[in-house]
């Protein structure tokens, strides 16, 4: 029965503290990777989506301009307009809530 013991213990069959070290470091290197890739995604997703909601924004704001008379036009009305916009932009949210 000892001898059995000491037999399976002297066998060279199994993993040695090197080869578990290695395969960690590959793995970190592959995970490290992976993480950098999914990361450059992300921010590329995101400035898409940015760029493409201004984009929409800035076709709403022209077509309400293309909407003004040239008689409704006057000196300061920059400032109701922004405020039209801030307004209008509120109550799509909210109407957008409440849908849901």
């Known amino acids: 029965m000892k001898k059995n013991i000491v037999k399976k213990l002297k066998s060279n069959k199994g993993f040695t ?16 990777t992976i993480a950098g890739t999914y990361l450059a995604i992300y921010k590329t997703q995101a400035q898409t989506q940015a760029t493409a909601v201004a984009s929409l924004y800035g076709i709403q704001i022209l077509e309400n301009i ?7 036009v006057k000196n300061g009305m920059e400032q109701s307009y922004k405020e ?10 909210q109407n957008r809530s409440q849908s849901i």
């Open 66 to 72: 293309d909407r003004i008379s040239y008689e409704q």
């Open 17 to 32: 503290m090197q080869d578990v070290i290695i395969g960690l470091v590959i793995l970190t290197v592959f995970a490290g």
């Open 84 to 93: 039209n916009l801030r307004n209008a932009r509120w109550n799509g949210t």
